[in-house]
């Protein structure tokens, strides 16, 4: 099994008797029950990361590490960001969790106009908080060292001008009277940005669609079935990451 990754603020330059304690340390202590000789695993959430082995731990928080080098891990080549509608109760939760998980590199949380939830004032402030914190775990959980980015909360404005940046932009939507393309067919960048947009449960609105098509992207469809907003994303990136070879 791979060691298991913990996340500390600054990774140092390296060498023995280094302590990880604080919420990583009572982690490793009291709930991993590591001990002497195990491997783990340190990074910075950020692509820096350094492999150690316990000397010792010490009471219910403190582990103490002999650390090897510091070494950056590249960022993913082509750059693939989801742009998530906000869904209804913890399905934002899944969604972000299976998404990094699977290895995308940004998730942007959309106010699309037929979103039920609607992030406002303090109740949004701690939804995004949660969309963050859950990143972090399942990137610790994948034994990932490079956590997916989320954003703040965007427009359909603002995500009409990350699609017009974007080296290949999808809008994922399924409807027999409006025209779609598979997107396992669809031609892709060796690398830049690619940007997938997940609408809502109700999908996504023409004044929508048409503002997206004008900044460039293009409405593609992932199969024959109709997938729910938390779970479309993970299967577009899976798809994605494959055709690409990041998956090689």
């Known amino acids: 099994m791979t060691a298991p990754v913990f996340v500390v603020d600054v990774l140092p330059a390296g060498g023995p008797a280094f302590v990880l304690d604080g919420p990583e340390g009572r982690h490793a202590v009291s709930v991993k029950r590591l001990r002497a000789g195990e491997e783990v ?12 082995e316990v000397v ?18 590249a960022a993913g080549s082509p750059r693939i960001t989801v742009v998530q509608a906000l869904p209804k109760g913890d399905r934002g939760e899944l969604a972000v969790e299976t998404m990094t998980e699977t290895g995308v590199d940004a998730i942007v ?18 939804a995004l908080a949660k969309w963050r914190a859950t ?45 779609s393309a598979p997107l396992a067919t669809a031609e892709l960048p060796a690398e830049g940005e690619i940007v997938l947009v997940v ?16 900044a460039g992207a293009r409405a593609y469809r992932l199969g024959r079935s109709v997938l729910r907003t938390s779970t479309a994303g993970t299967a577009a990136a899976s798809l994605i990451l494959g055709r690409t070879g990041r998956w090689s």
Do not use: M, N
């Open 109 to 126: 949380p959309w106010a699309a106009a037929r979103c039920i939830t609607q992030w406002k004032g303090e109740r949004g402030a701690k």
């Open 41 to 52: 695993v340190l990074t910075d959430g950020a692509g820096r990361w350094a492999r150690g």
């Open 199 to 214: 609408g809502p449960e109700g999908g996504v609105s023409p004044d929508e669609l048409r503002l997206f098509e004008e």
């Open 135 to 179: 990143a972090r775990e399942a990137g610790k959980q994948s034994r990932r060292v490079r956590f997916p980015e989320v954003a703040d909360a965007a427009t359909s404005r603002q995500v009409a001008a990350l699609l017009a940046g974007a080296d290949f932009a999808a809008v994922l939507h399924e409807d027999r009277d409006y025209g």
């Open 56 to 73: 010792a731990a010490e009471g219910k928080d403190r582990l103490v590490l002999d650390l090897g080098e510091v070494t950056e891990e």
